[in-house]
């Protein structure tokens, strides 16, 4: 097992009814391409690549695999606590952005890597249907993921463009 970096907190004073995800909407979080921000105390933003989101349409929790590297500006302005905004969409234009605070800065576990892994392997089709080689795709997608930012997820919008892009989904909606 990893050793954590940062140990998590519980944000009570956020906690709104949490709601389970929708198959669909977990479905995009874990096959798309993601990237999340935050901003810095000076209110700067900053943002990383994902090489893998990892979450279950049971907890409010989502964990994002990084390369460390290449996502360094971005961490050294995150701390526990940080609000975090994750952009996930697919090929097919469908997207969402998930609001919330981190609970912890760790290294990435075995499973987590396994998931990374599996999305790097499921995305060069869809590249190579756009023209992108594999050995394209690898410059972007074959960093080792080995920090997870993990958040509690607050709020949920649609990203994917039209009528309801901007939209906050809720509790309802879920229904």
Not at 29 to 57: E, M, N, Q, W, Y
Not at 75 to 93: D, E, Q, R, T
Not at 161 to 175: F, L, R, V, Y
Request: glycine share 8%.
């Amino acid at each position: 097992m990893g050793t954590t970096l940062f140990q998590g907190f519980h944000f009570p004073i956020f906690d709104q009814s949490f709601f389970m995800i929708s198959d669909q909407i977990q479905n995009i979080l874990t096959t798309g391409i993601g990237h999340i921000g935050c901003a810095s105390s000076s209110l700067k933003p900053f943002h990383s690549d994902v090489l893998g989101v990892i979450c279950d349409r049971n907890s409010s929790e989502i964990a994002c695999c990084l390369n460390k590297e290449y996502s360094e500006p971005f961490l050294n302005n995150l701390v526990v606590g940080s609000m975090v905004s994750l952009f996930v969409g697919a090929i097919s234009h469908e997207a969402y952005n998930v609001k919330g605070h981190v609970t912890a800065i760790r290294d990435v576990q075995e499973n987590e890597k396994k998931a990374c892994d599996k999305l790097r392997n499921g995305i060069y089709e869809p590249f190579a249907a756009l023209g992108i080689t594999k050995e394209l795709a690898d410059r972007y997608w074959l960093k080792t993921p080995d920090v997870t930012v993990v958040f509690e997820m607050h709020k949920i919008f649609i990203q994917t463009p039209g009528p309801d892009a901007g939209k906050e989904i809720t509790k309802s909606d879920t229904q």
